[in-house]
């Protein structure tokens, strides 16, 4: 069967080389198809991709996110650097922006919060009835008596004081939500960023937070995202310039990755995907892998040259049948790896898998095969393009690494590895689900975001909110005294966790206005005594309101009601811990009238995010590691095989997470595919020198001179893609967003250790365990094949095999 299998992969070498002109016109149709559908895909971040849409919390936010609020709510402060908040220069801008913000595409206009609204009210009460009106609308006081008047209704409004205007009467807060299917995060960005501009002065800052916000602050760097991309790329065909020394090692690996990168995108376009802007590293990381398949065979191809080939074609040849399968296992492990990230239900995530699937996949075509068939065609192999020579450098770096896994350096060597090994997957488990510091990880904690949000959270209660949200059993189930008070207990209890900044639900209201029929009198600050008083204080409040006012805190049935809860951050461990705490209260102290139900705004999507991915995340490294047991193992015919490989693969990954966990790099929607993809980046390169010491086996039964030999051929190739590679990805650190910058270390640290895995910790393994799969047997399977059958009935007995077995 062995035998068979080489047969046929001889017969495909032969048949592409033989029909190259044909490959190369193929490839060029599709390449030139796929440009024009990869032009116009579109990069753009989609709301709905982000979330996993069958969580029960999301569910809930679909349910209220138009009556109660969403999870796009933009948090806009302005503060005035002298006095207080309360003069007409301010208040005027305030209600500039609050007016301004109908404007904005997209905005619901009954989500527009602010002191210049209609739906922040005071209550007052008369001889003659309860006067409910808005604190400031629809005018700015004229005069420094209605200033003094305002001032005081806001420091007697608890629901208004602390909430929208700060404890210090310094800063005022706007808060206006999006509908979700008409989000547009660039447009938003750009329009709300224009209208703080018109009020921003050196008397008044403004500070903007916010989903909408935040992305599109991504989308505003995107062109600089794109240039990084670039120069990263250009930057790794210099380096490959000097060290190739010839525009073959330069402008087949270049080639083999933009035709890749080509053909994915077409593919994502009439798929009619988008490509997220935050998933662009993930593009150059496969695109990375294609350009180093490609070098490994440019490499090889010299190779072949200097051991005397005789033609270009004969060594083109020799290069695709020795490396073609490894090459093979290599893009199957990647694509089975990130494939499994499908299993996420997220659907940003299932595109990316799927995307990243076919992106892998075409590395067969575009490096694995055309790039031994343009090979074919170099008439003139010798010379090269410049006199800098670092080939002298790279031999002793391979004899280092030669030296150490063939001496006593080696049990040294697997030491390491292990105590590697067991120190990383330690502190490896420290890291974290979900952001794992305040503010945004996509920006740099100094960037104008993330000052901006620390303001806020340090002038108001929070910018992040989490709704919890009551359901009645029937109507007016909200009015219940017993309902009431346990949704005010359930808002004393959350205020227990510090990152909790307040809270606010129909249960705040109440009291207030019971109060002035008391004459403000503090001890009736309390609820009515059943449900029908409750119900005539809430007409009170309410009969001097708009359709719409309430809506924050119940529905027009009073059925059901939203608590909304304020976060000063929504790391990880924050909404862990704030879910939790919910899910206890309610189940010690149930209510029969309804139940609460979890959980809508930004840190309820974000909640169920957390909770996918945190099975996800074990889910998606278990399958990866398991498909690559299993590819391994079917490809050498061992479960040892697959068990082999497994050691560099997790000893790369426990390095990296350990650094993440390090460096506060949480495990999110953006770093689990990458993760993922990591597993199979970790064993291409072990994979070239398994199959490179097996080839010299097959020739020779010396270990040690394999081990040499596969070091000295594919280990040029590992060594030549991990220094070029490793080198590129600095340059990710000049990225205005940290993501960008966080992923370029990542992909660095995962290319290192996977080339000194492959370089010293693999041939060491082999040297003192040989495993079976690797040391039996030391015939080729085209030595038994000449020996089996008749000379005259060998097949496809054509000069260019003939030349081919000369070279072999």
């Known amino acids: 069967m062995k035998d068979s299998n080489f047969l046929k992969l001889q017969h495909f070498v032969e048949a592409c080389i033989r029909y190259r002109l044909f490959v190369v016109s193929a490839y060029m149709v599709v390449t030139a198809i796929m440009l024009v559908a990869a032009s116009r895909v579109e990069i753009m971040t989609v709301f709905e991709d982000l979330l996993p849409q069958d969580h ?64 922040l009210k005071e209550v007052r009460g008369s001889t003659n009835a309860i006067d409910v009106r808005s604190l400031m609308w629809p005018d700015v006081p004229t005069d420094d008596q209605g200033l003094a008047e305002l001032k005081e209704s806001v420091l007697s409004n608890s629901l208004v004081h602390g909430a929208y205007v700060s404890q210090d009467l310094k800063a005022a807060l706007i808060t206006v939500d999006f509908y979700d299917d008409e989000l547009d995060y660039s447009r938003i960005f750009s329009q709300i960023s224009g209208i ?25 760097y995107l062109p600089e995202t794109l240039q990084i991309f670039l120069l990263t790329i250009c930057s790794l065909i210099a380096l490959l310039f000097v060290i190739a020394r010839t525009w073959r090692g330069t402008l087949l690996p270049l080639l083999a990755g933009t035709t890749s990168a080509i053909w994915a995108l077409g593919s994502a376009q009439l798929l009619g995907f988008n490509l997220d802007p935050l998933v ?19 490499t090889r191809f010299d190779d072949e040259l200097a051991r005397g080939a005789e033609s270009t074609t004969a060594a083109a040849q020799a290069s695709m049948l020795q490396l073609f399968k490894p090459g093979f296992l290599g893009v199957m492990t990647d694509a089975g790896c990130i494939m499994v990230v499908m299993l996420t239900p997220i659907p940003l995530l299932e595109k990316v898998a799927v995307i990243g699937t076919i992106w892998v996949l075409t590395i067969i075509l575009t490096a694995c095969v055309l790039t031994p068939v343009l090979l074919s065609w170099i008439k003139k192999p010798d010379g090269y393009v410049h006199g800098l020579d670092l080939s002298a450098a790279i031999q002793r770096v391979l004899s280092l690494c030669i030296h150490i896994a063939t001496s006593r350096w080696r049990f040294a060597m697997l030491s390491m590895a292990v105590l590697t090994f067991v120190v990383s997957g330690l502190y490896a488990t ?67 966790q510090p990152e909790v900044g307040g809270s606010l639900s129909v249960s705040d209201v109440i009291p207030s206005v019971r109060s002035v029929l008391w004459e403000g009198n503090p001890r009736h600050l309390e609820l009515g005594a059943d449900r029908r008083e409750n119900g005539e204080l809430l007409y009170m409040y309410t009969s001097g309101s708009d359709p719409g006012d309430m809506a924050r805190f119940a529905d027009p049935q009073y059925q059901d009601a939203a608590l909304t809860f304020y976060f000063r951050d929504h790391k990880g461990e924050t909404i862990r811990t704030a879910i939790a705490r919910v899910k206890e209260y309610v189940e010690q102290n149930p209510i029969a009238e309804g139940e609460y139900q979890l959980a809508g705004g930004l840190i309820g999507t974000l909640a169920a995010v957390n909770e996918v991915i945190l099975v996800g995340q074990v889910e998606s490294i278990a399958l990866a590691l398991l498909v690559l047991v299993i590819f391994c193992a079917i490809a050498y015919r061992s479960t040892v095989a697959g068990l082999f490989f497994m050691v560099p693969v997790v000893l790369a990954n426990t390095v990296t997470f350990s650094y993440m966990a390090w460096q506060g790099i949480g495990m999110n929607i953006s770093t689990l595919p990458v993760a993922a993809l990591g597993i199979g980046l970790g064993v291409d390169y072990a994979i070239y020198i398994v199959d490179g010491i097996r080839e010299q086996l097959h020739k020779d039964s010396d270990l040690k001179k394999a081990i040499v030999n596969s070091l000295r051929t594919a280990g040029k190739g590992v060594l030549i893609t991990a220094l070029t590679l490793t080198a590129s990805v600095v340059l990710w650190w000049a990225s205005s967003l940290r993501f960008q910058a966080d992923m370029g270390i990542l992909m660095g640290i995962w290319l290192f250790v996977s080339a000194v895995s492959a370089l010293l910790i693999v041939p060491s393994m082999v040297y003192v365990l040989r495993p079976d799969f690797i040391t039996a047997g030391s015939v080729r399977p085209a030595d038994v094949a000449s020996e089996t059958q008749p000379k005259p009935q060998k097949p496809f007995a054509s000069p260019a095999t003939q030349t081919m077995e000369k070279v072999m």
């Open 56 to 119: 029960p919390y999301v569910q809930v936010h679909q349910k209220i996110k138009n009556t109660f609020g969403g999870s796009n709510l933009v948090s806009i402060m302005l503060e005035v650097e002298q006095g207080d908040i309360f003069n007409r220069n301010f208040l005027s801008k305030l209600q500039k922006v609050t007016k301004d913000l109908q404007q904005v595409d997209g905005v619901n206009p009954f989500q527009i919060t602010s002191l210049a609204s209609k739906k």
């Open 430 to 496: 420290k890291i974290q689900v979900g952001d794992a510091e305040p503010g945004s990880p996509i920006l740099w904690p100094n960037s104008t975001y993330n000052q901006d949000s620390a303001a806020i959270n340090s002038q108001f209660q929070g910018a992040d909110q989490m709704l919890v949200v009551f359901s009645g059993n029937e109507p007016d189930a909200v009015k219940e005294p017993f309902v009431l008070r346990n949704m005010g207990e359930l808002q004393k209890f959350m205020a227990a």
């Open 280 to 298: 662009i590293v993930i593009a150059f990381l496969i695109t990375a892998r294609a350009i180093s398949h490609s070098v490994q065979l440019v």
């Open 196 to 220: 703080a501009d018109t009020v921003q002065d050196d008397d008044v800052r403004v500070r903007i937070v916010g989903e909408p916000i935040l992305y599109g602050w991504v989308n505003h």
